[in-house]
């Protein structure tokens, strides 16, 4: 009797386990949705909160990947750009293979954008803005935009033509394709224009530097940092100014081969700032003049 009423127990117990698997399992999509709506109602706090939940119980189920980005994309609208961070390297690290994967490599990059802060202050996100927005551009080929076009435009008119409710669907498949690739190539150029605009961040953090030791008359260190622009980031609207600089602290220190090649390193590169030129060129002669001039003083009074 005993016995009896231990198995009747076990079954009744084996029954409610997997009546509670089953009712996870269905009430998983539902839940999805729910934080869904949530999201698009722009209820971002409320969907982290639900996502959160099931950020757990959605592992290793079809569902994995959509709670991760859409959690990621919660944290990334209310501003929560760390949090955000962690949500799709979570993602990428989990299911690599996952559709969301190119997005969360870029919603990354974009993290990091966000978090850069002025050019006074510590640029480490900058600069790992600019590595993660390089690694999209190389990780992800881009397509070329008028062969895609010109496909998006033949499927579209081949949609137009076609029969069943079967093939309808292959095309449409195709045509998601090929506008996804049109939206990579915009990304593509957003990530080169905001490595561009991170680049002159970084360098005028290095000029601003440089322009406070020559305010601290620290000439030879103000010399190095214009020189790091110039080598670092002479594509930027720093560079000009950088050499400008630079040729003024060499003429000071009275490095003046150094001096001479850069004025002409600048006729080089800036042919349109002749008065520039010919002022340095002038500055840099006068102060040869007077050097030897004192020099010469000098030797008369030993």
């Not at 935009?145 to 010109?150: D, L």
């Not at 214009?226 to 003429?251: C, H, W």
């Not at 006068?286 to 001039?293: R, W």
Request: proline residues 3%; contains cysteine; glycine residues 2%.
């Amino acid at each position: 009797m005993h016995r009896f009423s231990f198995i009747v127990a076990l079954v009744a117990l084996s029954s409610a386990c997997a009546s509670s698997k089953d009712d996870a399992g269905t009430s998983l999509p539902v839940a999805f949705r729910e934080a869904q709506k949530l999201y698009d109602e722009e209820d971002y706090y409320g969907a982290q909160l639900e996502l959160s939940k099931l950020a757990y119980s959605s592992r290793a189920t079809e569902y994995e990947d959509d709670v991760q980005f859409l959690l990621g994309m919660s944290y990334f609208k209310s501003e929560q750009f760390l949090l955000a961070i962690d949500a799709f390297q979570t993602l990428l690290r989990n299911v690599p293979a996952s559709p969301y994967a190119q997005d969360a490599y870029f919603q990354i990059a974009e993290c990091y954008y966000k978090l850069s802060p002025v050019p006074q202050l510590d640029q480490d996100y900058t600069r790992r803005a600019i590595a993660q927005y390089q690694g999209y551009i190389d990780t992800y080929p881009t397509p070329d935009s008028a062969s895609v076009a010109r496909e998006i435009a033949e499927a579209q008119e081949l949609l137009k033509t076609v029969q069943g409710t079967e093939k309808k669907s292959q095309v449409e498949d195709v045509i998601r394709r090929l506008q996804a690739k049109l939206k990579h190539l915009d990304r593509v150029r957003l990530a080169d224009e905001r490595i561009r605009i991170c680049r002159e961040k970084l360098a005028q953090k290095v000029f601003e530097a440089a322009e406070q030791y020559v305010q601290l008359q620290a000439y030879r260190a103000a010399t190095m940092y214009y020189e790091e622009v110039l080598s670092k980031f002479g594509d930027t609207k720093y560079a000009e100014p950088a050499l400008r600089g630079k040729i003024e602290t060499l003429i000071i220190r009275e490095k003046w081969d150094d001096a001479e090649y850069d004025i002409n390193r600048y006729a080089d590169a800036f042919p349109e700032r002749k008065a520039f030129v010919e002022a340095a060129r002038r500055k840099l002669k006068t102060a040869i003049e007077t050097a030897q001039a004192q020099a010469k003083e000098q030797a008369n009074a030993e």
